[in-house]
């Protein structure tokens, strides 16, 4: 089974940056499609950004493309999220998802391991 634990959240400014990191143990990284999901306060959770097996292809929510980049080192066992021009709105705490169904890429089920999640706060 895989484990994930995410990092690099924290408190930013509104325009600012974060990278976030996951990073996976256990089964053949390689082997799964990766993605980052936002639990805003008091929200469901929603996708963010998920990224093929290779990272060949890439798949974003509408609020986050053009600001936030998801990529993957297969050779590090790691996913990361760039997120760039940061708004209050993108607050919350951001879970990284490991599955095989590209189809159903944007919803929770199609994941079968979570991380804990890291928290980001983007203050005014």
């Known amino acids: 089974q895989v484990q994930l634990v995410e990092s690099g959240g924290g408190l930013v400014q509104a325009g600012g940056s974060l990278r976030l990191s996951c990073t996976a143990s256990?089964?053949?990284?390689?082997?799964?499609?990766m993605a980052w999901f936002l639990q805003a306060p008091g929200k469901e959770r929603e996708f963010v950004a998920a990224n093929s097996y290779s990272g060949t292809s890439t798949y974003y929510a509408e609020f986050v493309k053009g600001r936030f980049t998801i990529s993957r080192d297969n050779a590090k066992n790691t996913v990361y999220l760039q997120m760039n021009s940061l708004k209050l709105e993108d607050t919350g705490v951001y879970y990284c998802?490991?599955?095989?169904?590209?189809?159903?890429?944007?919803?929770?089920?199609?994941?079968?391991?979570w991380g804990k999640g890291t928290l980001v706060t983007v203050s005014s």
């Open positions: 256990g089964r053949s990284f390689s082997n799964f499609i």
């Open positions: 998802a490991a599955g095989s169904n590209w189809h159903d890429k944007v919803l929770t089920t199609a994941y079968d391991v």
